[in-house]
Every structure is written in structure tokens, then in C-alpha cells.
């Protein structure tokens, strides 16, 4: 089984800044590309940034300079870090993880169940 376990939402102020992580655990043999996606309500779900396992990173265009995007391969983790935050940020965040659970497995993707943002003074 693989689990992929999001924290560090909450309510925060506009102007004011957040951190999120996301922890991918149990039988996994390689992580390659880790992203952040949000979806709030009524909207369609958006990819917000994506970091490669070189840690290549690109973000969506409305929280480029705002956002950052890194991760921990030895820990299996991906965080993001969010700054000068906006009402419009409002989302659940999800991550998600293409990965190999065994060296001959094939890629699948992988996702959290979420952590709710809410931005509002």
C-alpha cells in the first residue's frame, strides 16, 4: 500500500503566508515527479506546481513568485510554500506522486485526500 498524507492547511490572513507538506509512504521503489493541485469550490481542479526528481520545478502562471515547490527524496516528501497568499487561493490542496512501487511495477500516480486553505481576513 502506498499513502500519501497531506498537512499544514489552515486559515490564514491575505498577505500571509502558509506551508504545506505531503509525506508518500509504504512500499515504493522510486518517486518520480511530485505536484501540488487545488480545486475550489464550483471550479475545476488546477495543477498548481510540479518538481521532477531532479527537482526540476514549474508552476501555474497565478502563483508564479508567490509559490515554491520542493521536496525530500530521502523522506519522500514534497512541500510547498506559500507566500503573499490571496482570497482566490482558497482550495483544497491535494498531492500527487508518479511512482513505482517495485523496480518491474509501471508508473501510477498517487493522491492525497486533501487539506483545506482558506485565505480571508
Known amino acids: 500500500q502506498v499513502q500519501l498524507v497531506e498537512s499544514g492547511g489552515g486559515l490564514v490572513q491575505p498577505g500571509g503566508s502558509l506551508s504545506l507538506s505531503c509525506a508518500a509512504s509504504?512500499?515504493?521503489?522510486?518517486?518520480?515527479?511530485m505536484s501540488w493541485y487545488r480545486r475550489a469550490p464550483g471550479k475545476q481542479r488546477e495543477l498548481v506546481a510540479t518538481?521532477?526528481?531532479?527537482?526540476?520545478?514549474k508552476y501555474a502562471d497565478s502563483v508564479k513568485g508567490r509559490f515554491t515547490i520542493s521536496r525530500d527524496n530521502a523522506k519522500n516528501t514534497v512541500y510547498l510554500q506559500m507566500n503573499n497568499l490571496k482570497p482566490e487561493d482558497t482550495s483544497v490542496y491535494y498531492c500527487?506522486?508518479?511512482?513505482?512501487?517495485?523496480?518491474?511495477?509501471?508508473?501510477?500516480?498517487?493522491w492525497g485526500r486533501g487539506t483545506q486553505v482558506t485565505v480571508s481576513s
Open positions: 500527487a506522486a508518479e511512482l513505482q512501487r517495485t523496480w518491474y511495477a509501471s508508473v501510477q500516480n498517487y
Open positions: 518538481i521532477t526528481s531532479e527537482s526540476t520545478t
Open positions: 509504504g512500499n515504493i521503489f522510486r518517486i518520480n515527479d
